[in-house]
């Protein structure tokens, strides 16, 4: 790789140690996958924050790094935490847990990383625009920042996102080239999708199609969707597919510019709902989680639960799950209020995939394909998955 | 024998190879308090890798995975060294985090379990395993 002289100094550990590790992270990266030069990135969004994810030896990581006087250079933002950092007793959350995800945060907080924890950055106050460099860690939020928006960012660890946030920089290979971002098979969808849980089964089917390949899918058929739409769609086809990017024609803004491959796979209806079915394994099993908010629901979404239980009351433990600045909002809009009132709780900067929820619950209720992945992956619970308003009214029931 | 790779962590390292064909997930693959590989039906399965010069093809699985292997050195039961075919996002940004050596970009077919291997930079020398190491049974 060619590094620039002020590069070199930050390899030389002329910045101090902790931007020394970060560039000898992004140097061997940039090796392996070929890169020739670093570029500057605009913002930077990491993953790895739930102590339930880093153990200890995380947080000494995080700790030797802000102790190395590691600092940000450009707008950096952390992926969902284990709990709701003011809320957390009411969520059932140990104190020894709690006591060690705050030390986590003030190691982030030390190097100057903004501590708003949330899966959809793009909601909270970082939203990119087309053709921005980004080192982004969510892997649906990547998955929503390269497609829906246009913007470029590979799928990064925990380690090397905060490697970008430390330097401003990242290794120029992946999807950062548009050379490595044109679709390499088609999907052709002849299905009625409307529901967030319709697209999360299909990123599931498209995304299991693809894990091996890595082929990029474009995908016609779809005349219209919502940003949640999206956003549950990225979330899917990232977690079955490891996508960083597909193309949506007439929907994402660089589908244009590419012209259908020639490889065509159809999605019918009936693909659509066995998908949807295999991710329902709790027949006949009481509910007794509730959750909406895989990614951190939009105010929108918290605008409609608000409409759905407004005057009722819930029977089951129901997590809300957003980022902070959405749940002030919906505080100012009085959503709050309605959801508390019937018994609902908001469990905001975390959510059901990282909260150390193991054994509390045996199945839970959602309309996230992602969640439904990692119910089983992490936590051991089985899963009923169905459409938004249908999860908000098992709740009642 | 003499190989030349590609450093991924400078070091030198001096130790015993544990060699598998199969690729190796840190996260849930590897217990990061004694180090021993707990994959079902992987091939290192019940076998530890502290101390060892670890020779595997390429990562795989979560990016916690690298936090793993920090865990591991910590808890005094991360390998001596890497060697990969392959390395990948995981296993590389581990190894640095970490401080373990680990060279890639090596034909590590030729390397056996139990050879004492010797790596300094991007050169890994190796020698064939001695009878008593061969056949994997303890003095």
């Known amino acids: ?397 | 024998m003499r190989l030349h790779g590609r450093s991924i962590f400078s070091g030198t390292a001096q130790g015993v190879a544990l060699v598998t064909t199969q690729a190796i997930s840190f996260f849930g693959g590897v217990d990061p308090e004694t180090g021993v590989v707990v994959e079902r039906g992987h091939e290192l399965e019940g076998q530890c890798i502290s101390s060892k010069v670890l020779v595997f093809p390429t990562g795989k699985g979560s990016t916690v995975g690298s936090y793993t292997l920090y865990r591991l050195k910590h808890n005094g039961h991360a390998p001596l060294a890497i060697l990969n075919a392959e390395c990948e996002t995981i296993t590389a940004v581990g190894c640095i985090i970490a401080e373990i050596v680990c060279v890639d970009q090596l034909p590590i077919r030729d390397i056996r379990t139990g050879s004492l291997v010797c790596i300094d930079g991007d050169v890994v020398r190796f020698e064939p395993p001695t009878d008593n190491m061969n056949n994997g049974e303890q003095p």
């Not at chain 1, 980022?323 to 469990?347: N, P, V």
């Open chain 1, 1 to 397: 790789m060619r590094l620039t002289s002020e590069e070199n100094k930050m390899l030389a550990g002329g910045q101090g140690k902790a931007v020394q590790k970060a560039m000898q992270i992004l140097v061997a990266l940039g090796n392996i996958y070929g890169a020739e030069r670093m570029i500057p990135v605009s913002s930077v969004q990491i993953a790895g924050v739930s102590y339930d994810n880093l153990g200890e030896a995380g947080l000494q990581f995080l700790s030797e790094m802000a102790d190395g006087g590691g600092r940000t250079r450009v707008p950096a933002m952390l992926n969902p935490a284990g709990m709701d950092i003011e809320n957390w007793p009411a969520l059932g959350i140990q104190p020894d847990f709690a006591e060690k995800q705050i030390r986590v945060l003030e190691a982030f907080s030390r190097m100057g990383v903004t501590t708003t924890c949330t899966c959809t950055p793009y909601l909270a106050g970082n939203l990119p625009k087309l053709g921005d460099h980004l080192a982004w860690s969510e892997s649906s939020a990547v998955c929503y920042a390269n497609s829906v928006i246009g913007a470029r960012t590979n799928r990064e660890g925990g380690p090397s996102a905060l490697a970008s946030a430390l330097t401003g920089r990242t290794p120029e290979y992946g999807m950062h080239l548009p050379e490595n971002r044109h679709p390499a098979l088609t999907f052709e969808v002849n299905a009625h999708l409307g529901e967030n849980s319709d697209f999360g089964a299909l990123g599931k089917l498209i995304g299991e199609k693809i894990e091996a390949s890595k082929a990029i899918p474009y995908i016609v058929g779809i005349e219209s969707t919502t940003l949640e739409n999206t956003k549950s769609f990225c979330a899917s086809l990232a977690t079955y597919g490891g996508a960083a990017l597909f193309h949506m024609q007439g929907i994402t803004p660089e589908a244009g510019f590419y012209s259908l491959p020639s490889e065509v796979m159809p999605i019918t209806q009936a693909d659509l709902q066995a998908a949807a079915a295999s991710l329902n394994d709790a027949a006949g099993s009481q509910v007794d989680f509730v959750s909406l908010g895989c990614p951190h629901l939009s105010i929108d979404e918290i605008a409609r639960i608000a409409h759905l239980l407004e005057g009722r009351q819930v029977k089951v433990e129901f997590w809300i799950t957003t980022a902070r600045s959405i749940k002030h909002i919906a505080d100012q809009l009085g959503y709050t209020r309605i959801i508390e009132a019937a018994g609902a709780r908001f469990a905001v900067d975390t959510c059901c995939v990282v909260a150390p929820i193991r054994g509390r619950f045996s199945v839970m209720a959602t309309d996230s394909a992602k969640a439904c992945y990692y119910a089983y992956a992490k936590n051991r619970l089985k899963t009923v998955f169905m459409p938004f308003d249908d999860v908000v009214r098992l709740a009642l029931q």
